[in-house]
T-cell receptor
Framework: DTEVTQTPKHLVMGMTNKKSLKCEQH?????MYWYKQKAKKPPELMFV???????INESVPSRFSPECPNSSLLNLHLHALQPEDSALYLC?????????????????FGNGTRLTVT | GNSVTQMEGPVTLSEEAFLTINCTYT??????LFWYVQYPGEGLQLLLK?????DKGSNKGFEATYRKETTSFHLEKGSVQVSDSAVYFC????????????FGDGTTLTVKP
């Protein structure tokens, strides 16, 4: 069983909809991530939060808006998405170090939200 | 910049065959190295890791040794099972800019009974 829980598992939304993806972890990790994964590709980093502050934004379009309400929760708000945004969205967490993350610490992934934009 | 190169797949093996998936990396300094596995319909999960030269990571019969001289971290298993069918990703993280991991393209393994 994964220790990072993502909801919903599947989401279909139109281009004018607003929806949110949710992620929760209770491992005490203070670094949390959003990744996007297309079929048969490695995950691509979108955002990193460290100690509840946004540390890295990989030039993600503003139609994706992350939020970290507390050390256990991470949200990704979606608005006016395009069909090419359809993908598997993965949340991950890790121990945080002096910087963003302890570099020896592995990423712990959830099982993802399969997003389809119609 | 950093990069990870994995052997191209897909790889198809019979049950109980020996597995090697090659991984080489480019990075300055001494990165930490990881193998992640992704089973169908799931997220990635850590398979093993090594954090310094000559370290050997091992888990579930899989092994990989951090070779600084050849900048490699090849994944091996002596006898694969059907349940090992998955996509395997090699990845590195550097001490600086540790929030970003660099992933290889992934290697799809199919094990046939």
């Amino acid at each position: 069983d994964t220790e990072v829980t993502q909801t919903p598992k599947h989401l279909v939304m139109g281009m004018t909809n607003k929806k949110s993806l949710k992620c929760e972890q209770h491992m005490g990790h203070r670094a949390m991530y959003w990744y996007k994964q297309k079929a048969k590709k490695p995950p691509e980093l979108m955002f990193v939060y460290s100690y509840e502050k946004l540390s890295i934004n990989e030039s993600v379009p503003s139609r994706f808006s992350p939020e970290c309400p507390n050390s256990s929760l991470l949200n990704l708000h979606l608005h006016a998405l395009q069909p090419e945004d359809s993908a598997l969205y993965l949340c991950a967490s890790s121990q945080a170090g002096q910087g963003v993350r302890s570099y020896n610490s592995p990423l712990h992934f959830g099982n993802g939200t399969r997003l389809t934009v119609t | 910049g950093n990069s990870v190169t994995q052997m191209e797949g897909p790889v198809t093996l019979s049950e109980e065959a020996f597995l090697t998936i090659n991984c080489t990396y480019t990075a300055t300094g001494y990165p930490s190295l990881f193998w992640y596995v992704q089973y169908p319909g799931e997220g990635l999960q850590l398979l093993l890791k090594a954090t310094k030269a000559d370290d050997k990571g091992s888990n579930k019969g899989f092994e990989a040794t951090y070779r600084k001289e050849t900048t490699s971290f090849h994944l091996e298993k002596g006898s694969v099972q059907v349940s090992d069918s998955a996509v395997y990703f090699c990845a590195l993280t550097r001490r600086t800019n540790a929030g970003k991991s660099t992933f290889g393209d992934g290697t799809t393994l199919t094990v046939k009974p």
